[in-house]
Nanobody, 122 residues
Framework: QVQPVESGGGLVQAGGSLRLSCAASGRTFSSYTMGWFRQAPGKEREFVAVISWSGGMTKYADSVKGRFTISRDNAENTVYLQMDSLKPEDTAVYYC???????????????WGQGTQVTVSS
């Protein structure tokens, strides 16, 4: 089973950028759909972005479309989330997840990372 570990969170001013990384152990990384989710204080965990095993298909939440970019490097067993034009409402703990199926990624998550904090100041 692939176990993801996030890194790259931090404090940034509104309008700034951050790049999150998710390194996943396991020889079968390239066969998994990978996704990013986030949870703000007092709110439910929400979907941010997902990428297919090949990287050929991606999907984004409307709230981040045009500002965030998900990508992956299967040779390095890593998935990235480039976050630009950050807003205070992007403040949350960001989680990386592995899933078995791109089409049904929400119901096929098999593992979660521990999360990384992103704080955007106004």
């Amino acid at each position: 089973q692939v176990q993801p570990v996030e890194s790259g969170g931090g404090l940034v001013q509104a309008g700034g950028s951050l790049r999150l990384s998710c390194a996943a152990s396991g020889r079968t990384f390239s066969s998994y759909t990978m996704g990013w989710f986030r949870q703000a204080p007092g709110k439910e965990r929400e979907f941010v972005a997902v990428i297919s095993w090949s990287g050929g298909m991606t999907k984004y939440a409307d709230s981040v479309k045009g500002r965030f970019t998900i990508s992956r490097d299967n040779a390095e067993n890593t998935v990235y989330l480039q976050m630009d034009s950050l807003k205070p409402e992007d403040t949350a703990v960001y989680y990386c997840a592995t899933a078995r199926d791109y089409t049904n990624y929400l119901t096929s998550v098999v593992s979660w990372g521990q999360g990384t904090q992103v704080t955007v100041s106004s």
